[in-house]
């Protein structure tokens, strides 16, 4: 069970370049993820948890004269700052009171104010959901674990390329850092 008013959902990444066919980064199973995603943001919302969403956004020329870090290289052009590829998917429900956190690398708190948004409004638990599993989910889960959040992957809300990259994540979560549950566990108090 856990308490709506030091629990926060955190929707990693669920933009239209990774869950809408004509993404950039399209993968089918972050675009299946979007159902479990809104079902898991619905209940929060109606128990009183906070909503946060990041968005992995990459500014032109983010990785022009980087040393070694340079997501274009790896993964190919993607997210670009302004463009529909960078929008959250059209089918979740952001509304005015969620946090929207805009990150420029895998963690979501690396050089962003979730951290500090998180401490101002009490929060100690982390239900993350969202894509790619095994990168960006579990970059941030990681980064939550370090800083003494609770960080919680809900592995049937998860995007993936292959079925054995989210495996991955989800075991290595669940054994150094974090805890796994499956989207019919969770519950909130009062509810």
Known sequence: MYDPERTAVVVVDMQHGFCHPDGSLFSPASESAVDPVTDLVSRARDAGARVVYTKDTHPEGQFEGNHYYDEFERWGEHVVEGTWDAELH??????????????????????????????????????LCGTLANVCVLHTAGSAGLRDYKPVIVKDALGYIKEDHKEYAVEHADWLFGEVSELGEVAFDGN
């Open 90 to 127: 059209e089918d979740l429900d952001v509304r005015d009171d969620d946090l929207v956190v805009e990150k420029h690398t895998y963690d979501a708190f690396y050089e962003t104010g979730l951290e500090g948004y998180l401490d101002s409004h009490g929060i100690d638990d982390l239900l």
